[in-house]
């Protein structure tokens, strides 16, 4: 398949605020590619003509199938003149892209400039647009995941439900659109997806909470008469797979971290158990039990700057700031899967595997109970809650009413868009901070701005972060790419006609910073207008 029929489609799609219109944009073209994949033959389902299934799912969701390749937006700001007529196909993007991510060491820089420059000499001035979105993450399209994987259900004549379930136990939309879609009918496909099943050792997509603004809304929002009252801790999500000695943890984004948490996995291999899934957090905490500031968790997790640390520097840290984990679910246990067993029993199961690292919960039915509850985790320096329905399954990948988390105050997790240097004691530093909500249709839409509740180390931080992220300048204003997502705490919203959303946070700090989310999981400002109109 060419790689201009998805820049063709990624047009379509960013053309049209229907999510429907999307959804169908996108199941034409994964049909148009499994018709190909048929006339390659009766070996098509392990040929290359599906495995372009997964290289065009990816694309349309606005991803790469390489976590990284080593170019940034500088490297793109000069292009070769484009090729007149299209001829990349998607498995010769994706093999360009796979020999840049293995590039190291001395002459790299050298050697992956000049597949780049072969790379976007060999596409058109529309696939140059397209593939440096893809590379900087700014590809405005609106094709969010979740429109991916119904339109793979579309595509191949199965139920959404049959799909997402794949994706969950999967972890990745493409291997499970090569399956649905390398089937010769929805019969087949189901029989297919079906093979998925959770695997100790490979990381589902984690369950999420929906938000209230306070403990009487989630209760209502569970629809349930006993819930599960957790205590939200403020530290990293974690998911641990033991199958005897062997421990993986992690991230919510899941990626690896076992190698930087050599702690977590030594209470792991001493629970009474041989093979394990538990979900859960993990923070440091203090001599008090008070949890310490998010930014020292973080620094413990961080993919980004992981790579430059040696195996020594790691032990060191370790050593220095030690995270305890917290878990508050478990998925299998010795053989036995409990992804939809209600969370009744999971929780019982839990208690019997885990104690004494499971978070600390309420059971009850009585909402001012949970209310006390509440307002003793706040003052222990928690978090919030989460209100959990006893009867949920484990629903991963999506953010169901089983699941419904209230914070002491208003918070969301915005995208910066742009910095201001600052002035006086903060001269020299870049400062003031443009914060945007993601929209779901693509971009982001401005909320406001804030200098508030910065640390001089985060000052330092920040300014070496959103150098390495700059796109350009306006005087004192440094725009950068929006990859780093802040959470923020305020006071309220209020209505403006300064920014294009209609809405500006009122009294805005800053919180910390979130290096274990994507701009992709950032709060929409569909969520920031249901908060105004709470």
Not at 138 to 156: H, K, M, P, W, Y
Not at 172 to 186: F, I, M, N
Not at 302 to 309: F, S
Request: charged share 25%; proline share 5%.
């Amino acid at each position: 398949m060419l790689l201009a029929e998805v820049a063709a489609t990624s047009d379509a799609v960013a053309a049209t605020r229907s999510r429907l219109a999307k959804r169908s944009a996108i199941a034409s073209l994964l049909r148009r590619a499994a018709d190909e994949a048929v006339r390659s033959g009766p070996t098509h389902a392990v040929g290359p003509a599906l495995e372009e299934i997964e290289i065009a799912v990816a694309y349309l969701a606005g991803e790469l199938r390489q976590r990284r390749t080593g170019l940034g937006w500088r490297s793109l700001r000069e292009l070769p003149e484009p090729a007149a007529e299209p001829t990349l196909t998607l498995d010769d993007v994706d093999a360009a892209f796979a020999r840049m991510a293995e590039l190291s060491g001395p002459g790299s820089d050298t050697a992956r400039a000049a597949e780049a420059a072969a790379l976007f000499g060999a596409a058109t001035e529309r696939e140059q647009a397209f593939l440096r979105g893809l590379v900087t993450g700014e590809l405005r399209q609106g094709a969010l995941d979740s429109v991916v994987v119904d339109a793979v259900a579309e595509a191949s004549g199965v139920p959404a439900e049959a799909v997402r379930r794949a994706v969950m136990l999967c972890g990745a939309t493409g291997p499970v659109a090569r399956a649905a879609l390398g089937s010769p009918d929805p019969d087949a496909a189901l029989v297919a997806l079906a093979g998925f099943t959770l695997e100790v050792g490979r990381p589902v997509r984690p369950m999420l909470a929906q938000s209230a603004p306070d403990v009487a809304t989630a209760l209502e929002k569970t629809g349930a008469g006993e819930v599960a009252v957790d205590v939200k801790l403020d530290g990293i999500r974690i998911q641990v797979h033991r199958d005897g000695d062997t421990v993986g943890v992690y991230t919510r984004s899941l990626d690896d971290i076992t190698a930087r948490v050599p702690e977590i996995v030594a209470i792991v291999r001493a629970l009474p158990a041989q093979q394990l899934v538990l979900d859960g957090e993990a923070l440091a905490v203090g001599p008090d039990g008070v949890p310490r500031p998010f930014q020292e968790t973080a620094a413990r997790s961080a993919t980004r700057d992981a790579g430059e640390r040696t195996a020594a520097e790691e032990a060191e840290l370790a050593a220095s700031l030690e995270l305890s984990p917290f878990f508050f679910d478990v998925l299998h246990v010795d053989g036995r899967d409990l992804l939809d067993e209600p969370l009744r029993e999971r929780l019982a199961v839990l208690d019997e595997v885990a104690a004494p690292h499971v978070v600390r919960r309420l059971v009850t039915d009585d909402a001012e109970a949970a209310g006390v509850f509440f307002d003793g985790a706040v003052a222990e320096g928690q978090e919030g809650i989460v209100v959990k329905s006893l009867e949920t399954p484990y629903a991963a990948g999506r953010r169901g009413a089983g699941w419904v988390k209230v914070k002491p105050r208003h918070t969301l997790d915005l995208v910066v868009l742009a910095v201001e240097w600052g002035s006086g004691r903060r001269s020299g530093t870049l400062s003031n901070i443009h914060l945007g909500a993601r929209d779901p249709d693509g971009g982001f839409v401005m909320l406001g701005k804030t200098f508030k509740g910065m640390t001089d180390e985060m000052l330092a931080w920040q300014t070496q972060r959103f150098l390495a992220l700059e796109t350009s300048r306006a005087g004192h204003v440094v725009h950068v790419r929006p990859e780093q997502v802040v959470e923020i705490a305020f006071d309220g919203l209020q209505r403006s006609t300064r920014y294009p959303g209609g809405l500006a946070l009122r009294f805005a700090r800053v919180l910390h910073y979130r290096d274990d989310k994507t701009a992709a999981e950032a709060d929409t400002i569909d969520t920031v207008r249901e908060l105004a109109r709470v």
